[in-house]
């Protein structure tokens, strides 16, 4: 079945320190995946996007990283900023099929 | 440039009340549309996509059906609403790899 599965599913960090999001995914088989991230009462908003041969791709103050054989994606934010505070979703697809899953997002709180 | 609209921003309905909610897209031509809903605490969940004009794709088995009169519109309806329609409603479409969402619906069923 496939599945794209967050950690962790809340986090509270302070002001200009860093933090890391975890996502591990049994989409098979991989297309692309996506971080998106989504302020609240707003739709989310793409971030990064890697297909299977890239491993790593920065956006700002954004790095995701991608390892296709552990099946397993991060996304890194450096120097987080008060506006950071939102959920950030993880997007697989499939090869095989049109259609996006999701995972059910890690909530970032960044307190000044 | 390309941009979608999404139309209201929230809203209050009463159970049993019929449903209309718009979505349109700008600077592309026959565009892949879908619609997703994202209960609270839950991932985003396919409803419905759309290929073409006329063409509905349904994804769930569910109270709410889909429209795309024109090439660029979307629309989700319901005839009767139900307590479990609450949710945040977000079209969206898709452009090569790249998916562009809408600023969401904001729908509570009373």
């Known amino acids: 079945k496939n599945q794209v599965e967050q950690s962790p599913q809340s986090l509270i960090i302070l002001e200009g320190k860093n933090c890391t999001l975890q996502c591990n995914y049994t989409v098979s088989p991989f297309s692309n995946l996506r971080w998106y991230k989504q302020d609240t009462g707003r739709g989310p908003v793409s971030l990064t996007i890697m297909t299977f041969s890239e491993n790593t791709k920065s956006n700002g103050r954004y790095t995701a990283t991608l390892d296709a054989d552990t099946k397993q994606s991060s996304l890194h934010i450096t120097a987080s900023q008060l506006s950071d505070s939102a959920s950030y979703i993880c997007v697989v697809s499939s090869i095989n099929t049109d259609k996006l899953i999701f995972g059910t997002g890690t909530r970032l709180q960044v307190f000044p | 440039s390309q941009t979608i609209h999404q139309w209201p921003a929230t809203l209050v309905q009463p159970v049993g009340s019929p449903l209309s909610l718009e979505c349109t897209v700008e600077?592309?031509?026959?565009?892949?549309l879908y619609w997703y809903r994202q209960a609270a605490g839950r991932g985003l969940q396919l409803l419905f996509y759309s290929v073409g004009i006329g063409q509905i794709s349904s994804e769930v088995p569910q109270n709410l059906s889909a429209s795309r009169p024109q090439d660029r519109q979307f629309i989700l309806s319901s005839k009767k609403l139900l307590l479990s329609d609450s949710g945040f409603y977000l079209c969206a479409w898709k452009q090569g790899y790249g998916y562009t969402f809408g600023s969401g619906t904001r729908l509570t069923v009373v």
């Open positions: 600077g592309t031509s026959n565009p892949n």
